[in-house]
């Protein structure tokens, strides 16, 4: 608010007069005795105790107006007067009392924990909560502010606190928490009566609230509380309209509702809905007019007891209301400015008298200034010029005007870099010419060029071989340029010179460097081409040229897409804009794989291409390079590479690996989208027949034929696959089990009219066929395969040449897929060594002239459940999926290992001076046969039983032959059996495979004789140590006059061709000796003795090595235990 001068006036001579002998100290405006009560006290007690403490409204004052205050310390009890009383009923403190003194003197102190004023209660009431039950801990809240009672603290601290926090109480509190007491509006009023004449130079217009809220006479309490509540005002001013003439309504003043009016109503348990606010207003009112002072409103609260007055106009109505807050602000320091602005007034008139006083001094001290800056200047310019020619990096020379000799000037002055650069001192060089820093190896032009240029006094720049003091050499860089007086006269020659030999030197090993990249891109094997910044071609190597069919003279200047025309191998789609993108996006582009070069004459190369831009030093893109290269043969390759991985060849159809990865998508089809398909699984029957008759050649011409034959009658949009052997596979897509099955019999029909010739042979052949449904219950590819595998070999067993639809509850694909299972057990069995070996022994008969016994090495499968299967649970399934291979070498491999152990440690019991390490190698002269030689010949016989796939297999003697040299056993102890059934089936391989185990020292039983129609017709072709004759014939011997004619012609001819007989099934006395009778040599079965696990741990060796060479029999039986 703005104020006159002679209020500012007014103002200051107050400040000049000691304004705080105007102001009390915070200690003469604390209350000392503020109502307080306990947490637990009930709101209704409080309530009555806060109307109780308030007393009754008087216009007679308890205080004279002269004496507001005085010191409460002074007092001995507290005040009685209204005035106190009605300062002090404006609130309550909740305090807890704690019996812990602070000191020996002090009594208990009490610790402010809330308070609760009338504008709570009146916003309780107004929010119409139940306050029955209540209390005061429940509603009270913490003070907005509190203020500590120091000594730097004054009244002035409470009246900022007020006025920023907005409140009307402040608890002060001492350094340790306890309340002293509450400073309020009213108790500063009453403290403030010294600073009267400040409220005398206020009016009540300056500093009253003219935003009044107002209610007619009918307005009830309650509504009144929410008037206050809802507006946050202490009061609600009771008013009626009246009218005068032509005049608008205007409201005047006929009572006033308070805070402290609300809370005694509450207090007497008024009805406030009920009670209308005529009947409880205070009236009459106490009115101001606007152009009274302040305090004149201060002495009629004082005198009427009250805190807030109306202030009307002049006909009565309603222009504002003043309170004791709004007095106290003239109070606050933010109002006392004003007189500092006198202060500020004053300085600035007697800085203006000053300002002239120094003026005419200024302007005689400006003109000395300036003149002794511009010498400064000129001074500082010198040194400047003579520290930039000292400090100079660059040599400076300065000569005369070439005053002895004009083309030759002499030196007056070189700077430091000079000496650096050439090694001459100054007194050295100084009156000497620039002609003594030439040389040999100067070059002449340039010499000429210096002086001409000095002649005709015209500067000069250019680059020359100069001579140090010490004959060295290095390049210059000269800049010299004539001094000319104010006449235009030249009077001294300036030369600033640069040593550039590093640069020279560089350049010289840039140009080297760039001719050898020039020579490298013209001899490298990749094609490049370089551009400019706007894609235009500035160079191609040899390579391009000859790639593209353009010269670098024809290409130079074109845009790069035009010589370099590239398309998608796939597409034939153009591949643009490769040249932007390195240019304009600052990246390297590689785009191999499958991109075509098209060169000028239309020829197309397999190109490997890749872009990158070239950058300047500072980092701007100045063109781009583009490096490509001739892979025609590569990526042909590739693609013969892929082919080959992916087909058969043979017969040029998609091999086992592709047919499984398109069976996968078709089940993700199958699974994803519903679709249905149909495998074929295909195996010739009768082709073995081919293959061993006509070998391989023939075979393999066979699988030609037959795959063309299926290719012509399968669509292309299906696939025949070969999956390995004469195993073919159809996968036919989108098509039922009844389209597939017709596609299945189509192929069946075409194989049954097909004959293969061969030389001078003609072959029929036939076709089993497994189909199986792919829909979307189909689990897995390896489920398909199985599924087909069964349903071709249930096929099989029906009698070949035939179609088997697969259906789970088969009882065939069930017997498959139960051989299936042990495919997987078998597997498991190799892996984990859960095979067990058995023996039974074989028995030399009483009238035989042959001693010592030997035993048939039997097999056991350990299941994971510990369970033993015998080998007719497992050998049919490990037959038909050729794993008999695998678990005879496992069988041999498992038996020679444990007898090696056997005779190692029998050697060494027997010969302990024998060194183990010697036992290392069999049969000549090692320690080993020299052990069996002294015990004789050897009577034991181990025998171990070959399966079809051993026989067949190409490698299996060199296996063999490993096993020996590995274990060092003697092989004159190992007999190798296989059935007559194999052995003829094989007739050639099993009588090649005979004689070289023979070779090696083994001997060989016919398993089975006799069980053929023609088996004395291979007896001849078959060099075998032993005819085990089949058990059929031993079975019934006794009562069956024909088993006994067989066995006795069997062992008759067996007998003339040196071969021995066992016989096997002896399961009683009676034909032992019936055997015995017809000179049948060995026996073997249940009488003699049962299959028993083989042991061969190292007691049982310590227990039977004294039997060991003399009762064989004796040693087998320990070694079944």
Request: aromatic share 6%; with cysteine; proline share 5%.
């Amino acid at each position: 608010m703005s104020q006159s001068p002679r209020d500012r006036k007014t103002q200051l001579n107050m400040l000049n007069n000691d304004s705080s002998k105007y102001l009390p100290t915070l200690a003469q405006v604390i209350d000392r005795y503020p109502l307080t009560v306990a947490p637990d006290t009930p709101l209704a007690e409080v309530i009555t105790l806060m109307g109780q403490r308030r007393g009754i409204c008087s216009l007679n004052a308890d205080i004279p107006p002269t004496d507001i205050y005085q010191p409460l310390t002074e007092i001995a009890n507290p005040p009685t007067s209204s005035a106190y009383r009605d300062a002090a009923g404006i609130c309550v403190f909740v305090v807890e009392k704690s019996l812990e003194k602070l000191s020996s003197h002090s009594a208990p102190h009490s610790q402010l924990q809330g308070i609760f004023t009338e504008r709570d209660l009146v916003d309780l009431i107004a929010s119409g909560k139940n306050l029955k039950g209540v209390t005061i801990a429940e509603v009270m809240r913490q003070p907005a502010a509190t203020l500590t009672k120091s000594e730097t603290q004054d009244i002035f601290s409470a009246l900022i606190l007020l006025g920023q926090r907005r409140i009307k109480h402040l608890p002060i509190l001492d350094t340790q928490g306890q309340l002293l007491g509450v400073i309020t509006p009213e108790s500063i009023r009453q403290a403030m009566l010294k600073p009267a004449n400040l409220l005398k130079m206020r009016r009540v217009k300056e500093v009253m609230t003219a935003q009044v809220i107002q209610a007619p006479r009918s307005a009830s309490v309650r509504s009144l509380a929410e008037l206050m509540a809802q507006h946050r005002v202490s009061c609600v001013v009771i008013t009626e309209s009246t009218e005068l003439s032509m005049d608008l309504p205007f409201p005047i003043p006929v009572g006033i509702v308070t805070e402290r009016d609300i809370v005694e109503f509450q207090a007497l348990d008024i009805d406030l809905s009920q009670t209308i606010a005529q009947t409880v207003m205070s009236t009459p009112l106490f009115s101001l007019k606007q152009e009274d002072s302040l305090w004149v409103a201060h002495q009629e609260m004082h005198q009427r007891l009250v805190r807030r007055l109306v202030v009307t106009g002049e006909r009565g109505e309603l222009l504002g209301i003043v309170t004791q807050t709004n007095i106290l602000r003239v109070l606050d320091p933010m109002e006392m400015s004003g007189a500092i602005d006198v202060l500020h007034d004053s300085v600035a008139e007697r800085t203006r008298e000053l300002e002239n006083a120094i003026a005419s001094l200024s302007l005689t001290n400006a003109r000395l200034e300036s003149e002794i800056a511009t010498r400064l200047r000129a001074e500082a310019r010198l040194h400047l010029l003579e520290s930039a020619v000292v400090n100079a990096n660059d040599a400076i020379v300065i000569m005369d005007a070439g005053d002895s000799d004009i083309s030759d000037p002499t030196i007056i002055y070189a700077n430091e870099a000079f000496t650096q650069m050439t090694g001459y001192l100054p007194e050295e060089i100084i009156g000497q010419t620039p002609s003594c820093l030439r040389g040999p190896e100067s070059d002449p032009t340039q010499v000429a060029k210096i002086r001409c240029a000095f002649s005709r006094r015209e500067p000069l720049r250019l680059e020359l071989i100069n001579y140090r003091k010490d004959g060295s050499t290095y390049w210059v860089e000269l800049n010299s340029v004539p001094i000319a007086d104010t006449s235009g006269n030249v009077t001294h020659w300036v030369s600033v010179q640069r040593d550039i030999t590093e640069r020279k030197r560089m350049e010289q090993a840039f140009f080297e460097e760039k001719e050898l990249a020039q020579v490298t891109l013209q001899s490298i094997g990749d094609a490049v081409i370089t551009t400019d910044a706007d894609g235009c071609i500035s160079t191609l190597n040899p390579v391009a040229e000859t790639l593209t069919g353009w010269s670098a003279l024809e290409a130079k200047g074109l845009p790069l897409a035009s010589v370099l025309r590239i398309v998608d191998e796939t597409t034939r789609r153009p591949i643009e804009n490769i040249a932007e993108i390195a240019l304009c996006e600052g990246r390297i582009v590689d785009q191999g794989h499958n991109s075509l070069l098209i060169a000028r004459n239309n020829t197309e190369f397999a190109i490997d291409h890749c872009l990158a831009p070239i950058h300047a030093s500072s980092g701007e893109i100045v063109g781009a390079v583009v490096v490509f290269r001739d892979v025609t043969q590569v990526r042909t390759q590739a693609r013969q590479l892929t082919w080959q991985a992916t087909h058969d060849p043979l017969t040029q159809l998609v091999n086992r690996r592709e047919f499984e990865y398109q069976l996968e998508h078709a089940l993700h089809g199958a699974q994803g989208y519903g679709q249905e398909h149909v495998m074929l699984y295909l195996d010739l029957d009768r082709f073995k027949i081919v293959n061993d008759t006509c070998g391989h050649a023939a075979g393999d011409e066979l699988l030609r034929q037959v795959s063309q034959l299926f290719k012509s009658h399968i669509p292309k949009s299906d696939i025949l696959a070969r999956l390995g052997g004469d195993e073919f596979a159809v996968l036919l897509y989108h098509r039922p089990v009844e389209r597939g099955l017709n596609v299945a019999e189509t192929l069946l029909r075409s194989i049954q009219g097909f004959r293969f010739a061969w030389q001078d042979k003609t072959f029929s052949i036939g076709v089993s066929i497994g189909l199986v449904a792919i829909n979307p219950k189909t689990a897995s590819t390896s489920a398909i395969l199985s599924a087909a595998d069964m349903a071709c070999y249930a096929a099989k067993n029906k009698g070949r040449n035939r179609v088997q639809v697969y259906q789970a509850g088969d009882r065939e694909l069930i017997k498959q897929h139960g051989e299936t299972e042990w495919v997987v057990q078998i597997h498991q069995a190799l892996e984990e060594n859960r095979f067990c070996l058995y023996s039974q022994p074989i028995v030399p008969l009483l009238n035989s002239p042959t001693t010592g016994t030997h035993c048939e090495i039997l097999l056991r499968l350990q299941l994971e459940t510990g369970e033993l299967v015998s080998p007719m649970a497992f050998i049919p399934a490990a037959e038909r999926y050729n794993l008999m291979h695998a678990i005879d070498r496992w069988v041999i491999r498992t038996l020679f290992s444990n007898l090696s152990n056997i005779f190692t440690a029998n050697l060494l019991v027997q010969n302990p001076d024998v060194d183990s390490d010697k036992i290392v190698t069999f049969p000549a002269g090692s320690v080993l046969s020299d052990l069996q030689s002294s015990f004789g010949k050897y009577p034991n016989l181990y025998s171990i039983n070959l399966s079809g796939d051993s026989l067949n297999e190409e490698k299996f003697i060199e296996f063999i032959q490993e096993q020996f040299s590995i274990h060092q056993i003697p092989p004159q102890i190992i007999c190798f059996e296989i059935t007559e059934t194999v052995a003829i089936g094989n007739l050639s391989k099993a009588a090649s495979l005979i004689l070289q185990l023979k070779e090696l020292g083994c001997q060989f039983a016919l398993d089975d004789f006799g069980s053929g129609m023609s088996s004395f017709a291979y007896l001849k072709s078959l060099p075998v140590d032993y005819l085990k004759i089949d058990g059929n014939f031993i079975k019934h011997i006794v009562d069956n006059p024909i088993d006994i004619a067989m066995v006795e012609a069997i062992t008759k001819i067996a007998h003339v061709m040196g071969i021995k007989t066992i016989a096997e099934y002896v399961e009683n006395q009676t034909i032992m000796d019936k055997l015995n009778e017809l000179g049948v040599d060995y026996a073997q079965g249940y009488h003699l003795g049962k299959p028993q696990p083989c042991n061969f741990t190292s007691p049982i060796l310590e227990e039977v090595l004294g039997e060991f060479p003399v009762n064989p029999l004796a040693f087998e039986a320990k070694l079944a235990c």
